[in-house]
Nanobody
Framework: QVQLVESGGGLVQAGGSLRLSCAASGGPFSIYAMSWFRQAPGKEREFVGGISPIDGNTYYVDSVKGRFTISRDNAKNTVYLQMNSLKPEDTAVYYC?????????????????WGQGTQVTVSS
């Protein structure tokens, strides 16, 4: 059974940075499409960005382009989300997700495995 464990969340002032990590175990990590989602109170879970297992291409929602960067280290079975220039509207629980089907989709239903989430709070 694949397990995903996020870490790195916390409280940061607007303009600050955080780096989230998602460690995977129990499956062939290198062939999974990996993505980050977030969910703010009262809102639906939203795609933040993803990284392809095939060519390493990355994809982002428009609101984080130029501020967030996704990377993966297959040797460590870990995917990262570097978040810079954080804004109060980035406040949410951040989840990592894995798709066995190589496809870096933008909808939660396209993912097979989920982490438990890590809280990111950005103060103004």
């Amino acid at each position: 059974q694949v397990q995903l464990v996020e870490s790195g969340g916390g409280l940061v002032q607007a303009g600050g940075s955080l780096r989230l990590s998602c460690a995977a175990s129990g499956g062939p990590f290198s062939i999974y499409a990996m993505s980050w989602f977030r969910q703010a109170p009262g809102k639906e879970r939203e795609f933040v960005g993803g990284i392809s297992p095939i060519d390493g291409n990355t994809y982002y929602v428009d609101s984080v382009k130029g501020r967030f960067t996704i990377s993966r280290d297959n040797a460590k079975n870990t995917v990262y989300l570097q978040m810079n220039s954080l804004k109060p509207e980035d406040t949410a629980v951040y989840y990592c997700a894995a798709n066995r089907g190589y496809y870096t989709g933008r909808f939660p239903r396209e993912y097979d495995y989920w982490g438990q989430g890590t809280q990111v709070t950005v103060s103004s």
